[in-house]
């Protein structure tokens, strides 16, 4: 019998891990603003049509990056404001959301801690 201990390199495993927690952490993220946006949307009773509403969506943007907008050509009217209107800022608010940035980071947080194993 040995009285050495056996090291096994599983690096290329752990990283493959690492890298499924974060984009797992990060679509949950994602969702979550998702969600508060539309809430905020809501809440300024910014809902005529439902075309913002149902056009807030997240997706990957780069790596370790999620992206939460829109695509409807008016959104930018109502968060900035014009002349004749002023600025209904959905976006801005949700993300300057303290409790909304320190939901994500719980999020974030308990994403990543269960995902690496």
Do not use: H
């Not at 019998?1 to 890298?19: C, H, I, K, P, Y």
């Not at 300057?96 to 719980?106: G, L, Y």
């Amino acid at each position: 019998m040995s009285d050495f201990a056996r090291l096994e390199w599983n690096g290329d495993e752990v990283t493959e891990q690492v890298v499924k927690a974060l984009d797992d952490a990060l679509s949950i993220c994602g969702a979550y603003m998702t969600g508060a946006v539309r809430a905020e949307i809501v809440d300024q009773d910014l809902i005529d049509t439902s075309n913002l509403y149902n056009s807030i969506a997240d997706e990957p943007s780069g790596p370790n990056t999620q992206k939460v907008g829109t695509n409807v050509e008016y959104a930018a009217y109502l968060e900035y404001g014009t002349s004749r209107m002023s600025a209904k800022a959905f976006m801005r608010r949700t993300m300057d959301n303290t409790a909304n940035q320190a939901n994500v980071a719980k999020l974030a947080a308990a994403a990543l801690a269960g995902g690496v194993r």
